[in-house]
């Protein structure tokens, strides 16, 4: 008996020495925010512009080692205190490809880089369009 409760309180001190509350929790920011203009500066994600990206026609698609799979993790918002509208989405860690597929005929490239949850880097089509330091990861695309 006296073996178990030794046991027991070895548990004990065991589990308790691996909790700690002072860890910060992990912060992440890997968000993407884009919005869309036509050389008139009229907001391609709004549908009452002509030839606008239809969010029901919208795909993402997530590159892993050549190959294609679907995303379903974007949507496209209007912040109440704006006229634009975005498309927004998260990015994992590491370095991620994702094909953006705005309609029929249009596939663009967005490339990033994210390091500790904190994304570094984002190119689309290849331009680098954002790098850390440049303030909100929020972007604009000619089209």
Known sequence: ????????????????????LDKPPIKMDTSIVISYKNQ???????S??????????????WMMEGKSSSFFGFQVYKPSDSNIYYLGFNVSNGSDTLLLQLNSNITDTVT???DNFITKKVWYNGALVWK???????FTILK
């Open 48 to 61: 009452s512009t002509d030839n606008y990206f239809s969010p029901d026609n919208i795909k993402m698609f």
């Open 40 to 46: 008139k500066g009229d907001d391609l994600l709004n």
């Open 1 to 20: 008996m006296k073996n178990l409760s030794v046991l027991i309180l070895i548990i004990v001190v065991c589990f308790l020495s691996g909790c700690t």
């Open 132 to 138: 850390s330091g440049d303030g909100l990861r929020k």
């Open 112 to 114: 990033s880089v994210t």
